[in-house]
């Protein structure tokens, strides 16, 4: 099942395992990116950050790239996945392409990353992109279905909102609702276990060498 937001309550379609999965997925990649090569492939928040702070550093290389993680991200992303689900005309397959992009693309970073010393930094920054490209599609997928499960200031204000409701003992959902704010926090918590599984494998083995096993 996935969330989304019918009127005045909180409302689940689609599978929720799915949604946990990549949840943890993106935590982990988010970390492992970062702890690495000091970059997200999910979180656009961040590289923006990133990009502005480095504009200001007059570090115009560095800001660049990180726009260009944006733009990957979100606009690309959009595009990409937009695409295959105008395609195929399934949820199902729209899912299974987009697993395969990503796989392709991890990969790809892997594999660049195991020869960072030789590889030019044109080709590390192309296969990051990438890996952003193919995490935004499969993020829009995922809203396509009502929910965005690595916007976390939304799905916080939706907790936030369904927590007020039955406080005001607006039952509107009954027990529905509450299984709903439950199934957020439970997707909330696995992008944290995923973001500590990363950390924790980064400092244990090698970031490329473990995409590569």
Known sequence: MSI???????????????????????????????????????????????????????????????????????????????????????????????????????????????????????????????LAVTNGAMLFWGMKLGFSYAVHTVTLLKISEAGYKLFRSIFQGGQKLRGDVFTVLAMMLFFIVGSSVGIHITRAINFAAFFCL
């Open 4 to 130: 989304v937001d019918a009127g005045k309550r909180l409302q689940f379609s689609g599978p929720i395992t799915i949604f946990v999965l990549l949840a943890f997925v993106a935590g982990f990649l988010d970390a492992v990116t970062l702890t690495q090569v000091d970059v997200y492939v999910t979180m656009s928040t961040g590289n923006l950050l990133r990009g502005i702070i480095a504009f200001s550093d007059n570090n115009f290389r560095e800001s660049f790239f990180a726009f260009s993680m944006v733009f990957a991200n979100t606009m690309l992303g959009g595009l990409v996945s937009s695409f295959v689900f105008e395609r195929f005309h399934s949820k199902f397959y729209s899912f299974f392409i987009l697993s395969i992009l990503e796989i392709l693309a991890c990969l790809v970073t892997g594999f660049t990353l195991v020869f960072s010393e030789k590889a030019p930094t044109i080709q590390k920054e192309f296969s990051l992109l990438a």
